[in-house]
């Protein structure tokens, strides 16, 4: 069977049963929806406290490379639309083993995404324990828990109304984020008092400049911020299913890259210059601290809801992503078989199952330890984040080479500045993992080395999966057809 031959097959085993409904609105904002979440509402509540204004620097240098990653994935894309996403891409140039590692890789990622979500759920729902107080001794677990069940019940009806539901979540989420930034510069521009401090410029530099604790701070709280952008990688997927995606597909990443750039930089500088950076604190979101400590009366209640429906958000879009990326896998031998079933409004609901499933380790982490599983969460995916954006990169860097060498047609949409840009891009992810090291938590240190146990198990792994490969491929070889049915 030529290349050209596999390609073409493992394309159309991708994209088997799958329904082309997501408009181009949709995937407009599921890439920029996804990644405007938990790791900015609730993370930089933390990190400002931790590292102050200087975390904007932070925001900048890994809004650079996301755009980097973002435009890789719009080459491949533009190369080749597939559900499967860069999943299907390491298949396509690297082989069935690598696409295994891949795909359990990023399977792993949103995992460990469904644990920081419902983790930030249940917080959040914890919060209105201010004001209706039988919700304060709810334990946080069983909030957890159930965001889990109620978000893969949405996930299972159909991808229209998973299309439909990630685009109001998203409008919400940028919606308040246009509000705050609106009501943030009328408050700084009229001088208007913030819990006895006024804003601007002057409250800056009254409190320790632009770097009150130093530079080092803000670059060894970068993983969280790599954290914050995690979920861009979401279009890939969602071009298997988007309305004539090879128009559809730059655009949106265009213009989430624009957009998300401005409001992360934008709602940190904000921020800093509204309250004292002293002022923020870990597990409450930055934003619900402003709005309440502007006396608005229930503002902090609104901005509250705002935020819960970020992080629901986000885990509705780590199913739908898991869900087929298991059933590329799966359609090789690489995965359990029946994470490539699908329901009959087309959603793959066994590797939908099997995440959730995963995912409910999170209820018994916030169980455990309620006050450190979302840290926990947050730098184990920070780690597992930069490897599934260096696949992109990496097949970034093949495709050119494949185009260059005139095997590959040149696609019309490109990473600008490659392969500089590319080889700069897998640099920085490398000197992230290293700053993980001098996490002033010990949290970050303890990650890298604990994740180095992912190694030998996804050599375990393809070990006990190759021969599943190997038959799979057999099958069709002497078929000619795929050897899976699917109902």
């Known amino acids: 069977m030529s290349q050209h031959d596999v390609v073409q097959e493992a394309a159309k085993v991708d994209e088997h049963g799958y329904r082309r409904h997501l408009k181009p609105r949709q995937i407009a904002m599921i890439g920029m929806g996804g990644a405007i979440g938990t790791g900015l509402f609730l993370g930089s509540g933390g990190r400002l406290h931790q590292a102050g204004p200087a975390l904007a620097i932070s925001y900048v240098v890994c809004g650079v490379f996301a755009f980097f990653v973002l435009r890789a994935l719009g080459e491949l894309v533009s190369h080749r639309p597939s559900s499967g996403s860069f999943v299907s891409y390491t298949r396509e140039f690297f082989g069935e083993k690598w696409a295994f590692t891949v795909g359990w890789t990023y399977w792993l990622n949103w995992v460990v995404v469904t644990i920081i979500d419902s983790t930030a759920v249940a917080l959040y729902l914890t919060f209105f324990g201010k004001y209706i107080p039988w919700m304060a001794t709810v334990p946080q677990w069983l909030y957890a828990l159930g965001t889990v069940a109620v978000v893969v019940l949405l996930n299972l009806i159909s ?11 998203s409008m919400i989420k940028v919606a308040a984020l246009v509000a705050f930034m609106v009501v943030g510069i009328l408050v700084i521009v009229f001088g208007v008092p913030v819990n006895g401090h006024t804003p601007g410029f002057g409250l800056l530099m009254n409190n320790g400049g632009f770097l009150p604790v130093g530079i080092v701070p803000a670059l060894v709280l970068i993983q969280g911020v790599v954290f914050a952008f995690g ?34 930089i934008g709602s940190i500088v904000l921020l800093s210059l509204l309250m004292p950076y002293q002022s923020y604190v870990a597990h409450t979101s930055a934003f619900v601290s402003f709005f309440g400590a502007i006396n608005v009366q229930g503002a902090d209640v609104i901005m509250n809801m705002v935020v819960l429906t970020a992080a629901l958000s986000s885990l509705n879009a780590g199913l739908y992503s898991t869900g087929r990326i298991m059933r590329s896998l799966a359609a090789r031998g690489s995965a359990p078989k029946f994470t490539v079933r699908m329901t009959r409004s087309g959603v793959p609901w066994g590797g ?8 409910l380790a999170g209820a018994f982490l916030n169980y455990l330890i309620p006050s450190e ?11 597992i984040l930069l490897l599934t954006w260096t696949a992109i990169i990496v097949c970034q860097i093949r495709l050119r080479s494949l185009t260059n060498r005139g095997l590959v047609a040149r696609p019309p949409f490109r990473m600008p500045g490659a392969p500089v840009t590319a080889w700069a891009t897998l640099i920085f992810f490398a000197v992230v993992i290293a700053l993980m090291f001098f996490d002033t938590t010990g949290i970050g240190r303890t990650t890298v080395l604990s994740s180095l146990a992912l190694i030998p ?18 099958e069709r070889e002497s078929t000619g057809t795929d050897s899976i049915t699917i109902p």
């Open 373 to 383: 599983a979302f840290e926990i969460a947050l730098n184990v995916d920070a780690i």
């Open 159 to 169: 991808v229209k109304v998973f299309g439909e539901l990630e685009f109001w979540f």
């Open 457 to 474: 198990a996804l050599i375990i792994g393809w070990l006990v999966a190759r021969r599943h490969v190997a038959r799979n491929a057999a």
């Open 231 to 264: 979920s861009i990688e979401l279009i890939g997927t969602a071009s298997g299913e988007a309305q004539n995606p090879e128009k559809t597909m730059p655009k949106a990443v265009n213009a989430v890259v624009v957009r998300i750039t401005v409001f992360y």
């Open 352 to 359: 939908l199952l099997m995440t959730a499933g995963a995912g």
